[in-house]
């Protein structure tokens, strides 16, 4: 358990570290998607043949025999009465899933995902059988079928097994012919809109400049903190130009709002750059956290072009009834405060409940969630 906390320490001292370096521009793309411009989702259910006597118990997946015998009928083979007694080892019933990419077209091929649905125990070594692929509207868009690949392996001798990794799931590279476009045009006649991935005001400040000072004024305006309505040619081989251009464009995305992730099954701790601590004094079990935050006025050089700015000087004292006490001059981030507490030996839950109570407290500045 020690060994995890210092890790955790470690990673979040990186992180403190990782905030006093400069923020570096990104491109539109990183930031924004294209209204209209995303793929769809596509699903069907369908029969995995060819498995080592390792597929669905029938007994108790009465759905596998069904679809058998309807398949088999269809092609011809008439079932005899009491069918339901079947048992095949070798077939399992599988739900197919893939995604759609935006502007597809028929013909192309994409990734599918197989994951059995029954009680089979290995889907290794199988075929999946001819699988329609619909949307959500019901129609189909895509036909799957082809040998599963499995990442992993598994193996069983007298009584005992062992396997590595799933072995109920697999993937077929190329899996899926797409059978029917979905319509869709790149925006509307007069333009295009961004979504911003984040609600961000700053953020689409930025944005809102970087376009009109690269394409001239008015091309883009703000509609929120995360909608940009953006001028674009209606001319679709000139709008295609415009948009490779504007997803290129850098922009510094300002900072996002501070916040603190704790897991409360692991321990684990993942904050962002902007978080910062008030004056506090808590006290948990046997450990006692003391924060002091001097605020000093950094003056610039004589006949300087320099501007005077706020210093913050914190300091950060823990005290253990053994007499240990660890004092940590000019630091004001919540990293040096998690520091501390693992160098005197706090556990992941001390930790949970010390930063719930920074929280209540007002002296943590930043949003908590706990997942």
């Given at each position: ?24 521009a990104e491109r539109i793309r990183d930031l924004a998607t294209i209204q209209g411009v995303r793929g769809n989702q596509l699903v069907?259910?369908?029969?995995v043949v060819g498995l080592d006597g390792s597929g669905d118990q029938t007994t108790q997946t009465p759905f596998t025999v069904q ?305």
């Amino acid at each position: 358990m020690s060994l995890s906390v210092r890790a955790i320490g470690a990673f979040l001292l990186g992180l403190g570290l990782f905030a006093a370096a400069p923020t570096h521009a990104e491109r539109i793309r990183d930031l924004a998607t294209i209204q209209g411009v995303r793929g769809n989702q596509l699903v069907g259910y369908g029969l995995v043949v060819g498995l080592d006597g390792s597929g669905d118990q029938t007994t108790q997946t009465p759905f596998t025999v069904q679809t058998i015998v309807n398949m088999l009928q269809q092609m011809g083979v008439t079932i005899p009465f009491g069918s339901s007694s079947l048992q095949l080892k070798n077939v399992a019933a599988v739900m197919v899933t893939t995604t759609l990419p935006p502007f597809a077209q028929p013909g192309q091929m994409v990734d599918v995902v197989v994951s059995s649905i029954g009680n089979a125990k290995s889907l290794k070594g199988g075929t999946l059988l001819m699988t329609p692929l619909k949307g959500a509207d019901g129609n189909i868009y895509g036909m799957a079928q082809g040998n599963l690949v499995i990442g992993g392996a598994g193996a069983s001798a007298g009584g005992s097994s062992t396997k590595v990794n799933h072995l109920a799931a697999g993937r077929i590279s190329n899996g899926a012919t797409i059978e029917r476009a979905v319509p869709g045009s790149v925006g509307a006649a007069d333009g295009i809109t961004l979504e911003l991935m984040d609600t961000n005001f700053s953020t689409v400040t930025r944005m809102v400049e970087a376009i009109n000072k690269h394409f001239g004024a008015n091309t883009a305006s703000a509609v929120n903190g995360r909608v940009v309505k953006v001028r674009a040619p209606q001319n679709t081989d000139e709008r295609v130009a415009f948009i490779g251009a504007l997803e290129s464009l850098d922009v510094i995305p300002a900072n996002q709002a501070a916040k603190v992730i704790l897991n409360s099954r692991t321990g684990s701790v993942v904050m962002n750059q902007t978080v910062t601590l008030a004056e506090c004094a808590i006290s948990h079990g046997n450990l006692s956290v003391i924060v002091n935050t001097d605020n000093q006025a950094s003056q610039p050089a004589p006949f300087s072009q320099g501007q005077t700015t706020m210093v913050q000087n914190a300091e950060i004292e823990i005290k253990k009834d053994k007499g240990e006490v660890i004092l940590l001059n000019k630091a004001a981030t919540l990293a040096d405060v998690v520091k501390a507490l693992n160098a005197v030996g706090a556990t992941p839950q001390d930790l949970l409940a010390i930063l719930q109570a920074m929280k209540a407290s007002g002296s943590l500045r930043a949003e908590l969630e706990v997942i």
